[in-house]
């Protein structure tokens, strides 16, 4: 079974193979995550505004100003390919 997502250029239907976009996005997956494992975002989990308690026998750690700003981003960059790709 060959399935395809169809995006429309002009008045003509293009087809992208599914396999195409899956591939792309794992390929997008995997820079991201090297980029955090190299450091490039070492201040994410950092920003003024996320909880970090540490104490004997315990730590607790809550990112929630990276969650907002993660979550932000990610709105904003999918409104974006949402109006691009009709």
Known sequence: MNRVIYRRE???????PAGLVI???GVLLVVVGLLVWGGAFG?????????RIERPGIRLYFP????LLISVVLSLL?????????
């Open 78 to 86: 999918i409104s974006l390919l949402r109006r691009l790709w009709p």
């Open 64 to 67: 929630l100003v990276s969650m």
């Open 10 to 16: 002009g008045s003509l239907v293009q087809r992208i």
């Open 43 to 51: 201040w994410l989990g950092r920003l003024p505004g996320d909880i």
């Open 23 to 25: 591939t792309g996005a």
